[in-house]
């Protein structure tokens, strides 16, 4: 069983260009959640995905970001007009049930986006 | 809101020592706490997962502990080895995210 997969592992973009991070959770996994450390930070949560809807998306900035989990295929991190402030690396996590007392996350490899 | 504190933010030590990681929390009504592993340049690796029920769990060599009542938690790493240099992360579970502490980044020296 492969874990979650992540890519691209690496990401340059120039400011103003569009980033698109991809993650394919574990099979059999539902629920997605993005996480983003920034340098010299923690992780912090972004958003929490099930198939085709946006459950919490209470740590995802209000502009330039969007994410989606289509029913078919991975779930994507969409970063619009990048600025340097984007830099950083973004882990995408999958859980079978969603539930948060029995449920574990399970992690990513992360893509580290630079943007010049 | 959730925050999670964790001290020291870097130790060192010489190979074979016993030592402690330690992680502060301010909201109790968790559903669970785990220790990670972060490498450089690599993703993140589950150590210990302590659901809130519980007070401790161990596999080999690391002895993770919980105190709701205090808001706090320790990573013990016994015998320490210079394969276990990384950043120890304690992440916070509750309704639908995890949370969080800027780690502790762990050297030990051969």
């Known amino acids: 069983n492969a874990g979650v997969m992540q890519n691209p592992r690496h990401l340059v973009r120039r400011r103003g260009q569009e980033a698109r991070l991809r993650c394919s959770p574990m099979?059999?996994?539902?629920?997605v959640y993005w996480y983003r450390q920034l340098p010299e930070e923690g992780l912090k949560f972004m958003v929490y995905?099930?198939?085709?809807?946006?459950?919490?998306e209470s740590g995802m900035p209000k502009e330039r970001f969007s994410a989606e989990f289509p029913k078919e295929g991975p779930s994507i991190l969409r970063i619009q007009q990048v600025v340097r402030g984007d830099s950083a690396a973004y882990f995408c996590?999958?859980?079978?049930?969603?539930?948060?007392?029995?449920?574990?996350?399970?992690f990513g490899p992360g893509t580290r986006l630079t943007v010049l | 809101k959730q925050e999670v504190t964790q001290i020291p933010a870097a130790l060192s030590v010489p190979e074979g020592e016993n030592l402690v990681l330690n992680c502060s929390f301010t909201?109790?009504?968790?559903?669970?706490l785990q220790w990670f592993r972060q490498d450089p340049g690599k993703g993140l690796t589950s150590l210990l997962l302590?659901?809130?029920?519980?007070r401790e769990q161990t596999s080999g060599r690391l002895n993770a502990s919980l105190d709701k009542s205090s808001g706090r938690s320790t990573l013990y790493i016994a015998a320490s080895q210079p394969g276990d240099s990384a950043t120890y992360l304690c992440?916070?579970?509750?309704?639908?995210?995890?949370?969080f502490g800027s780690g502790t980044q762990l050297t030990v020296l051969p």
């Open positions: 996590a999958s859980s079978p049930l969603g539930q948060g007392d029995t449920d574990t996350q399970y």
């Open positions: 909201d109790s009504a968790i559903y669970n």
């Open positions: 302590i659901q809130s029920s519980q």
């Open positions: 992440v916070l579970g509750s309704a639908r995210q995890l949370t």
């Open positions: 995905l099930q198939k085709e809807n946006i459950i919490d």
């Open positions: 099979k059999g996994h539902s629920h």
